[in-house]
């Protein structure tokens, strides 16, 4: 037989009188020697960011689209859907900071960043890209171009 714990967890009382709903919170457990603070931040919340994780790498980057009849093409579908969310997370984490698209959901930054036309123009060793003269993201787009930049192509690894 378990023994159940049931706690009250504190809220924000300022966003429940502005939305006008109650946010009270209840967590029913049987772990012994935890708080119910601790208990609804490290674990329920954990639970709940993983779960969104989850959803934004099959709705926004299509990863549960297996439809190969192979298990191999299937797994290589599967790895490079992963792939494209680590260079999302990475993207928005590194290069995005301190910018409208931080905290941005795939879909949102797929929308904004990669979804634009562009005329483009490739030279003898450059390519030059002529956004719309109405683009809204002009500035953001220039910042995050200067970001990833280098001024000089990285060594390549000797063999020997």
């Known amino acids: 037989m378990f023994k159940l714990g049931a706690a009250r967890l504190p809220f924000d009382e300022d966003a429940a009188s502005a939305s006008g709903a109650t946010m009270s919170r209840f967590v029913v457990t049987s772990l ?35 439809s190969c009849t192979s298990f191999l093409a299937n797994s290589m579908r599967l790895l490079l859907h992963a792939a494209a969310y680590v260079l999302h997370q990475q993207l928005r984490t590194q ?41 809204p993201i002009k500035c953001l787009l220039q910042g995050l171009s200067e970001r990833l930049y280098l001024p000089t192509p990285a060594k390549l690894l000797d063999s020997s």
């Open 32 to 66: 012994p020697g935890l708080g119910a603070g601790m208990l609804y931040e490290e674990i329920y919340c954990a639970r709940g960011r993983a779960e969104n994780y989850i959803k934004h790498l099959k709705g926004d980057l299509a990863a549960d689209r297996t």
């Open 95 to 135: 290069a995005l900071q301190h910018t409208a698209l931080s905290q941005a959901q795939p879909s949102t930054v797929i929308a904004r960043l990669l979804k634009i036309a562009v005329q483009v123009w490739q030279c003898k060793n450059t390519i030059v890209l002529h956004l719309p003269s109405a683009c």
